[in-house]
């Protein structure tokens, strides 16, 4: 029997067109835990933070190794900014504050891309991946039990933005 090519696990949405490279790497991530499930790696793989916008989709993308990248639905972002440190700090702050976080979210069964105006999280874990979607005003007005993750969230985003500019730039 030939091996079949498994199905990916991003669409497009009535909201987004994500390119084909973001639907790549973000399946490519969703994946993870299986792949270091099979090799007896144990616990937290990874997080995402996903935020709607009208029209496009930005992905945080934090790796227990300390790889952290930021995805754009549209195409391009940053890749590899984990070895800032001031980057990695920020990224390990919001990986163990997602790990606490585990009660607050649902087991994911799908992963679809947050509506516009909200932002949805999945924790990557051997043990499974979990999953919540909140609307972006609510979370950052301190009005959902995600909310400290939200804002972990943004300081990693900030860090990402400082530190992978090109030498020059202002």
Same mark, same amino acid.
């Given at each position: 029997?030939?091996?079949?090519? #498994?199905? #990916?696990?991003?669409?497009?949405? !009535? ?18 835990? +299986? ?11 990874? !997080? ?10 930005? &992905? ?31 990224? &390990? ?18 992963? #679809?891309? #947050? ?18 979607? +909140? ?36």
């Amino acid at each position: 029997m030939p091996h079949e090519k #498994p199905l #990916p696990l991003t669409t497009a949405s !009535a909201y987004y067109k994500p390119v084909d490279v973001y639907c790549g790497l973000r399946d490519q991530i969703l994946r993870l835990p +299986a792949e270091r499930c099979a090799v007896g790696f144990s616990g937290t793989v990874g !997080a995402l933070m996903e935020t709607g916008f009208i029209g496009a989709v930005a &992905s945080l993308v934090m790796l227990s190794d300390g790889a952290t990248s930021l995805y754009l639905s549209s195409g391009g972002g940053v890749i590899g900014a984990g070895h800032h440190k001031p980057v990695a700090s920020a990224a &390990s702050a919001f990986l163990e504050a997602a790990a606490r976080s585990v009660n607050a979210m649902q087991p994911a069964t799908e992963f #679809p891309l #947050p509506l516009p105006k909200h932002t949805r999280f999945f924790l990557l874990s051997t043990e499974g991946t979990w999953t919540a979607e +909140a609307v972006d005003q609510e979370l950052g007005n301190n009005r959902q039990p995600l909310s400290p993750l939200f804002h972990l969230g943004h300081a990693v985003i900030t860090a990402v933005r400082r530190h992978s500019r090109p030498p020059g730039a202002g």
